[in-house]
Nanobody, 121 residues
Framework: VQLQASGGGLVQAGGSLRLSCAASGRTFSSYNMGWFRQAPGKEREFVAAITWSVGSTYYADSVKGRFTVSRDNAKNTVYLQMNSLKPEDTAVYYC???????????????WGQGTQVTVSS
């Protein structure tokens, strides 16, 4: 599976962005999809995930109520809608795919290249 993330950019605090992650391969629908982020000087952290089977979603406490993860299996794409952005959301955001890992675990096999999100105060 190859992943291509896009949609990052510069936005003011309180604004919104929607990230997209396009996946190659015909078995996209059988992969759990996750979003992670890494800020400068910090470790990569879980943000959100959506399972392949029933579309269950998972969120980090820091983004609950502000971010929404969704997927369109027909388009082989997963999305991360980010609202009410805060300066502390500034990071490189990565999408990831795996068939077997726990959705929140930092153990996905396939990773995209990352897209920069910068939130100004």
């Amino acid at each position: 599976v190859q992943l291509q993330a896009s949609g990052g950019g510069l936005v003011q605090a309180g604004g919104s962005l929607r990230l997209s992650c396009a996946a190659s391969g015909r078995t996209f629908s059988s992969y759990n999809m996750g979003w992670f982020r890494q800020a400068p000087g910090k470790e990569r952290e879980f943000v959100a995930a959506i399972t392949w089977s029933v579309g269950s979603t998972y969120y980090a406490d820091s983004v609950k109520g502000r971010f929404t993860v969704s997927r369109d299996n027909a388009k082989n794409t997963v999305y991360l809608q980010m609202n009410s952005l805060k300066p502390e959301d500034t990071a490189v955001y990565y999408c990831a795919a795996d068939q077997y890992t726990l959705p929140q675990a930092n153990e996905y096999v396939y990773w995209g290249q990352g897209t920069q999100v910068t939130v100004s105060s």
